[in-house]
T-cell receptor
């Protein structure tokens, strides 16, 4: 039982490049979330999903897109990366209690 | 929007001390969560409560709904308790709103 996994663990991008972060969970959860964590700030919700085929905006959605084509996967896309998107990204799943992935550290130069 | 405030921001304690971390929120909630973020970055849920008190080992979480306040207590603190402790609140069906965290260092 792997829980929540994230790919990749670390990535460096140049401004304007695109990338996709993958989150996978094996707990059959309906709810999945993408957060970003920046120094001095709490976890902030980017997008979330309440079930396969659904997505919703969180607190800081600009510059990101998501897709939930399969229940177990939640993808976060950056179409044109900006230095302001340098952050640690966490995926989580679960409705009452949330289970977090290990995080993806992204550096945009 | 719910505002979640934690205090203190940073806390250093000697091994064995009793520790209290505070969390206050601005609007009524359906649930209050406490999470722990390890030095390596991993985040785990410790408690979810909507009233009263919960205890797990040396950790105790309490909530006062009327005062919109929750506390996390650690008894007989140990260096392995060093971590960032995060409070998060949910109002109705809205997503969790997180505090900025309290960084705890326990010195042997």
């Amino acid at each position: 039982n792997a829980g929540v996994t994230q790919t990749p663990k670390f990535r460096v991008l140049k401004t304007g490049q695109s990338m996709t972060l993958l989150c996978a969970q094996d707990m059959n959860h309906e709810y999945m979330y993408w957060y970003r964590q920046d120094p001095g700030m709490g976890l902030r919700l980017i997008h979330y999903s309440v079930g396969e085929g659904t997505t919703a905006k969180g607190e800081v959605p600009d510059g990101y897109n998501v897709s939930r084509l399969k229940k177990q996967n939640f993808l976060l896309g950056l179409e044109s990366a900006a230095p302001s998107q340098t952050s640690v990204y966490f995926c989580a799943s679960g409705e009452e209690t949330q289970y977090f992935g290990p995080g993806t550290r992204l550096l945009v130069l | 929007k719910n505002e979640v405030e934690q205090s203190p921001q940073n806390l250093t304690a000697q091994e064995g001390e009793f520790i209290t971390i505070n969390c206050s929120y601005s609007v009524g909630i359906s649930a209050l969560h406490w999470l722990q973020q390890h030095p390596g970055g991993g985040i785990v849920s410790l408690f979810m409560l909507s009233s009263g008190k919960k205890k797990h080992g040396r950790l105790i979480a309490t909530i006062n709904i009327q005062e919109k306040h929750s506390s996390l207590h650690i008894t007989a603190s140990h260096p392995r308790d060093s971590a960032v402790y995060i409070c998060a609140a949910r109002s109705g069906n809205t997503p969790l709103v997180f505090g900025k965290g309290t960084r705890l260092s326990v010195i042997a």
